[in-house]
């Protein structure tokens, strides 16, 4: 249990953290002592479908507290950082306490930071950008750009060159002109959640072999005949690997050795990110000191 009494009862809370680190227990333990509503901000419980895999809160624990935006939006259907942000918006303006928790950087960047409302990518540019080299999309990008984003990272140079191609601004443009976040970071009880990584992993490794007690597979099994790599819900970790083994590609020893490994590869990014956005957050190191 982590001590509460330096969070004080008023004010909204944020709590991110790596995959496994135990958000959803603060949450649930803040609320109950405190009160609040728990509201979700992790990029993959908003889908319904995937609720073991993706980790959502079990329904004994919805059914302690109110808990919003999980399961919300269709497997199927598109969904982004955007629409998270309406969507979260009654939960801020409401007067009520929310309890905002997740491990999707982005979101709490746009919550704290603002979000510059970009026009929707056209279907026919996107496919169009699908098929480019990483090469021919960052030889589009202009310098200011270049020099905010990753460039490895295929997901992030992509969305930048979709920005250009359909406003003719840059992106660095577009998050110059940023309007007033909705929620600033001063106004909260920021908390990061700061593991020690072989406690981290281990964690990781046990967490999945209860997913697959808890019913992975029959929902994988569901999941299977709508099953497609290009719905953003299909990007829940451990998801491609169960509907290769449903399929027969894959054993589950293997499914499983491969869904640990990216959750590991995840988490590994969330730190990252935690350390480099997230310098003005109350770090909360775990296990907690005996």
């Known amino acids: 249990m982590i001590d509460l009494t330096p969070i004080p009862a008023d004010r909204p809370v944020l709590i991110f953290g790596p995959t496994a680190s135990g958000k959803s227990a603060l949450a649930l333990q803040i609320a109950q002592d405190q009160g609040g509503v728990i509201v979700n901000a992790d990029a993959l419980q908003v889908f319904d479908g995937w609720r073991v895999l993706t980790a959502r809160p079990s329904t004994a624990d919805v059914a302690l507290v109110t808990h919003a935006l999980y399961g919300h939006v269709p497997f199927d259907a598109p969904y982004s950082v955007g629409h998270w942000l309406r969507d979260v918006t009654p939960f801020i303006q409401s007067g009520a306490r929310p309890i905002i928790v997740g491990g999707t950087g982005l979101n709490f960047m746009a919550l704290t930071q603002g979000l510059a409302d970009i026009p929707a990518t056209p279907d026919d540019l996107r ?86 007690q808890s019913g992975a597979l029959d929902e994988a099994r569901a999941m299977e005949p709508g099953w497609s790599p290009d719905h953003a819900s299909s990007k829940a970790i451990g998801a491609a690997e169960l509907i290769a083994h449903i399929r027969g590609e894959m054993t589950l020893e293997d499914a499983s050795e491969y869904a640990i490994i990216a959750s590991r590869q995840y988490a590994k990014r969330q730190r990252t990110w935690l350390r480099s956005k997230m310098q003005e957050w109350r770090y909360i190191s775990l296990p907690a000191p005996k």
């Open 127 to 212: 496919a169009c950008a699908n098929d480019l080299t990483l090469d021919i999309l960052l030889a589009a990008l202009d310098a200011d750009t270049l020099g905010r984003i990753d460039t490895n990272n295929r997901a992030r140079v992509q969305r930048a060159w979709e920005v250009q191609e359909t406003t003719g601004r840059s992106i660095a443009l577009w998050q110059d002109n940023t309007p007033p976040p909705l929620l600033p970071l001063e106004d909260t009880t920021a908390l990061a959640l700061s593991p020690d990584p072989d406690w981290l992993n281990a964690r990781i490794a046990r967490r999945f072999g209860l997913m697959l």
